[in-house]
């Protein structure tokens, strides 16, 4: 019964190629995340929805396109994609609707190779 | 957003208290320090939060000084399994949405039998 969930685990594919990434999350929370984690171990936020609506655009390339079809899920979809693109992507959750809404919950992760 | 500025490695040993200071100089008034967790191959798991003086949960405890210029991350009788990545954060818990969790470069603890 996994809170944040993200499908594929691992993903490999070659330059150019689109490829999307899912998540989706059951614990009724109304804010999800993107974020990447570079070789280096440095997480980075890419983009930020509350209640299907963008409200954190990081400096991400266009390639990168986020879709909300419902608050529960947040799917990120990448066009032609590059050597630089190879990351851990991770999916997150939170309320901000409580108090403190800096709690978030990450998925397992999404490790892409791009060969 | 507050930056924050934690040691990048601490090694330890099975049944020891672990501290892990970070400095966190420009925090503001509004501002939270919440600690995450990272294990290998694994998103990062939140921690604990606080705000002032001492928080204590089942997993650490937090110490926070008046100033709260910096905070210090206690692990108590720290196992094998304890052996991850550390993250201090500092930012606005009562911001309505839009929190950026911006994560430094964390502490990399490794627990020695």
């Known amino acids: 019964d996994t809170a944040v969930s993200q499908t594929p685990k691992y993903l490999v594919t070659q330059m150019g190629n689109d490829k999307s990434i899912k998540c989706e999350q059951n614990?009724?929370?109304?804010?999800m995340y993107w974020y990447k984690q570079d070789s280096k171990k440095f997480l980075k936020i890419m983009f930020s929805y509350n209640n299907k609506e963008l409200i954190i655009n990081e400096t991400v390339p266009n390639r990168f396109s986020p879709k909300s079809p419902d608050k529960a899920h947040l799917n990120l979809h990448i066009n032609s994609l590059e050597l630089g693109d190879s990351a851990v992507y991770f999916c997150?959750?939170?309320?901000?609707?409580?108090?403190?809404?800096?709690?978030?919950?990450f998925g397992q992760g999404t490790r892409l190779t791009v060969v | 957003l507050a930056k924050t500025t934690q040691p990048i490695s601490m090694d330890s040993y099975e049944g020891q208290e672990v501290n892990i200071t970070c400095s966190h100089n420009n925090i503001a008034t509004n501002d939270y320090i919440t600690w995450y967790q990272q294990f290998p191959s694994q998103g990062p798991r939140f921690i604990i939060q606080g705000y002032k003086t001492k928080v204590t949960n089942e997993v650490a405890s937090l110490f926070i000084p008046a100033d709260r210029k910096s905070s210090t991350l206690s692990l108590p009788r720290v196992s094998l399994s304890d052996t991850a990545v550390y993250y201090c954060l500092v930012g606005d818990g009562n911001k309505a949405a839009g929190n950026k969790l911006t994560f430094g470069g964390g502490t990399r603890v490794l627990v020695k039998p």
């Open positions: 997150a959750s939170s309320h901000p609707g409580q108090a403190l809404n800096t709690e978030a919950f």
């Open positions: 614990l009724g929370h109304d804010t």
